[in-house]
């Protein structure tokens, strides 16, 4: 396991605030304190496609299991219908976004 992936899950990070950005940018504080950001410019592809709409990207949320999250159909409910939801994982966020 990769030293810096290791030494993370000694001590994970939970989401307190997510927030939309322009150019597909999302701003994440972590319980620590943290402020990072997080591009998702490149990834606008497959079941991330529906995000190039820039009200749907800024529908993002936090879900609960603490990642963040869209529905695709916001007339649908995820917790009936989990394919409705699409989120990216809290971890990855943390070790792969930027500090701001």
Known sequence: MDEKVRK???SPRR????SPG????LYITFDNGEMKKYDMS???TGVFSVLKDV???N???INEVGNVAWNIDD?????????NQIDLCKDMLYLESVPV
């Open 8 to 10: 993370y899950f000694l």
């Open 15 to 18: 989401i307190v605030k997510i």
């Open 22 to 25: 322009e150019n597909y940018v």
């Open 42 to 44: 490149d990834e606008l």
């Open 55 to 57: 009200e749907k990207f």
């Open 59 to 61: 529908s993002v949320f």
């Open 75 to 83: 007339g649908v409910d995820s917790s009936i219908h989990w394919e």
